[in-house]
């Protein structure tokens, strides 16, 4: 099918449109089989997910510019919705009050014998400092948020739990990172230093 | 709260590569279908996409969609 005739057969009379639908249909069951195959470990009803995926491509199909295929566009939809959806079970059991309820908020960084045996004094300052970084320049909303997203946490889950959506849990971890990197920066460290001392993580 | 050794290096990683224009989640998932064909194109990535990939590098959540975008886009083709 030419790319502007989904749009056309989409928008056609019943039968039409119900035919484009049966093979936009065919076509996600495919590449959704493929793609969330194996993700976050669950038996996936894909079927399901198309379902769900065909509803909202359809009710957002006038927001379809053409920039990209209309194919791309549509399975776009779909795996946002697959793996959100995959995302959501898996990390329902999952709350933030473990971190929030633990040590009054503050962060330990658990490295100190390693660094210690390693002789590193250099990397054993730059651990110091990011736990001090950590402690005082971020507020304790990102550093529940930072600390559940390096316990694996994904950026979704921690939105869920927090009221808030994906995109401003995004920009309020960039923002502790930001924060991190200005300290640093105060204090001296250069990005090229930081990689320097942590260029054998394994000696860390 | 703690952090362990690999949890560490990947947030000093993280807040050294920070960038103040990085752009956020729906601003990648706005431009995911362009990019993701770019890529597919082997043609290379129009510079004003690159922000995407940087995105695409500090996102987990994004990234796991992007993976499974381009393997489901690779198997109807």
């Known amino acids: ?204 | 709260m703690k952090l362990d050794v690999d949890q560490v290096v990947e947030l000093i990683s993280l807040s050294m590569s920070s960038k103040q224009d990085e752009i956020g989640c729906e601003d990648c998932y706005a431009l995911m279908d362009q990019f993701t064909e770019a890529e597919m194109s082997g043609g290379g990535v129009p510079a004003a996409l690159e922000a995407i990939r940087t995105h695409l590098e500090q996102c987990r959540c994004c990234r796991y969609e992007y993976e499974a975008l381009l393997l489901a886009l690779r198997e109807i083709r």
């Open chain 1, 1 to 204: 099918m030419q790319e502007d005739d989904w749009i056309i057969r989409l928008r056609g009379v019943p039968a039409v449109r119900d035919a484009a639908i049966a093979e936009l249909r065919a076509v996600l069951l495919r590449g959704l089989t493929r793609g969330l195959a194996n993700r976050y470990g669950q038996v996936v009803a894909v079927e399901d997910i198309v379902q769900e995926a065909l509803l909202k491509i359809l009710a957002s199909i006038d927001t379809f510019e053409g920039r990209s295929q209309f194919l791309t566009w549509a399975m776009t939809v779909a795996t946002r919705v697959g793996i959100s959806t995959l995302r959501r079970k898996y990390y329902q059991d999952v709350s933030l009050d473990a971190f929030n309820q633990q040590d009054s908020g503050r962060v330990e960084l658990v490295v100190d014998k390693a660094l210690t045996a390693s002789g590193e004094q250099q990397r054993k300052e730059l651990v110091e400092q990011l736990q001090q970084l950590i402690n005082t320049e971020l507020t304790e909303k990102q550093r529940v948020a930072v600390i559940a997203f390096l316990d694996g946490c994904s950026i979704d889950s921690i939105a869920e739990q927090t009221g808030a959506n994906r995109n401003a849990t995004y920009k309020l971890i960039h923002d502790a990172r930001s924060r991190l990197k200005e300290g640093f920066n105060r204090l001296g460290v250069t990005a090229t230093d930081v990689y320097k001392v942590l260029s054998n993580k394994a000696a860390v």
